[in-house]
């Protein structure tokens, strides 16, 4: 059956400091992959997704950047974090029923 | 562009009273439906889609969702909570064509023993 692993699972990070959040994916091959940020009483935001490796389209301007340098793997990446970039963020893969997505545990990102 | 709309973001029942959460969406076309939840400290899931049908569809742990066209809604459903139910419920949609689906806000059940 298809997993998404996502490491880290909580992160604290200062402000101006670097992010990387990594995504990987089993049990599929080529699948969609999306990121997502959750915000209470927001919803699920989509950030990026991809349909393949290289392919990354980006959903809202913001400073953050996805990398898909696999097949399975995706990563969320920041070169300088910012206060409002706090929140959880949960990768997801278009599923083993068409459209319809799964999702992986989730990183909490709190930036100080 | 499509939007969607959870109408209740915040929930409180007691145990076996009724449920029924609203989902609206703006698209007029194709439309694939979907209802997720994330119970605490869980993945989110999914609970029940439709995609073509029977309107009425049903998921897992005794919820079902109606899709009724002119009223652009998929409204949750389920007679009698249980205190397990306690979780955040999203609506999402997809529309004909797309790979991306849409969420709604989200709404937060807490069902009291």
């Known amino acids: 059956s298809q997993t998404i692993h996502q490491w880290p699972a909580t992160l604290v990070q200062p402000v101006g400091s670097p992010l990387s959040l990594e995504c990987t994916v089993e049990?599929?091959?080529?699948?969609?992959l999306y990121w997502y940020r959750q915000a209470a009483g927001r919803g699920l935001q989509l950030l990026f997704y991809s349909v393949g490796i290289g392919q990354i389209s980006s959903e809202v301007p913001q400073n953050l950047s996805a990398s898909r340098p696999q097949d399975r793997q995706f990563i969320l990446s920041s070169k300088k974090l910012l206060l409002s970039d706090s929140g959880f963020y949960l990768c997801?893969?278009?599923?083993?029923?068409?459209?319809?997505?799964?999702f992986g545990a989730g990183s909490r990102l709190t930036v100080l | 562009a499509q939007s969607v709309s959870q109408h209740n973001h915040h929930v409180i029942l007691s145990e076996a009273a009724s449920l029924e959460l609203g989902c609206n969406y703006s698209?007029?076309?194709?439309?694939?439906l979907f209802w997720y939840v994330q119970y605490p400290g869980q993945h989110l899931q999914l609970l029940l889609k439709?995609?073509?049908?029977?309107?009425l569809v049903k998921g897992i742990k005794g919820f079902e969702a109606e899709f009724i066209k002119s009223k652009f809604s998929f409204n949750l459903r389920k007679p009698s909570v249980q205190w397990s139910d306690t979780a955040e419920y999203f609506c999402?949609?997809?529309?004909?064509?797309?790979?991306?689906?849409?969420f709604g806000r989200g709404t937060s059940l807490i069902v009291h023993p």
């Open positions: 049990g599929t091959s080529n699948p969609n």
């Open positions: 997801a893969l278009e599923g083993e029923g068409a459209n319809v997505l799964t």
């Open positions: 439709y995609f073509s049908g029977d309107p």
């Open positions: 999402a949609v997809l529309s004909g064509g797309s790979y991306i689906p849409t």
């Open positions: 698209y007029g076309g194709t439309v694939n």
